[in-house]
């Protein structure tokens, strides 16, 4: 499965989860993801809601860039975002605490 899927089902898991989906909601922000081998993608989290998107848009509150395979663990939960951001896999530009807010928030709707 690849990131952007796996994302899209943790937007639709959410709906069971609503605690969870008011937390992201609330972050108020769009993200960036810059796939390094695979086609962009962004997600918006405000508003009541999670979406997921194809392709790009601005402005973004930040912009995260990493290969499919290293977001795809990240999400999984395979990979820690910040062993992966130390190693140079994962750039973040921008707000990264809210990146970090969104990286917790989805592993906790992925278990």
């Given at each position: 499965m690849s990131s952007i899927e796996l994302l899209m089902n943790v937007a639709k898991s959410l709906d069971g989860l609503p605690d969870l989906k008011k937390e992201i909601a609330s972050i108020n922000k769009t993200?960036?993801?810059?796939?390094?081998?695979g086609a962009p993608f962004y997600v918006r989290a405000g508003e009541g809601a999670v979406t997921v998107t194809e392709g790009t848009t601005q402005p973004a509150a930040?912009?995260?860039?990493?290969?499919?395979?290293?977001?795809?663990?990240?999400?999984?939960?395979?990979?820690?975002?910040?062993?992966?951001?130390?190693?140079?896999?994962?750039?973040?530009?921008?707000d990264i605490f809210s990146v970090q807010k969104l990286s917790s928030s989805i592993l906790k709707a992925r278990k």
């Open positions: 993200f960036q993801f810059n796939v390094s081998d930040a912009t995260i860039t990493a290969s499919e395979q290293v977001l795809t663990d990240l999400f999984s939960g395979k990979l820690d975002g910040v062993q992966a951001f130390m190693q140079g896999k994962l750039k973040i530009s921008g």
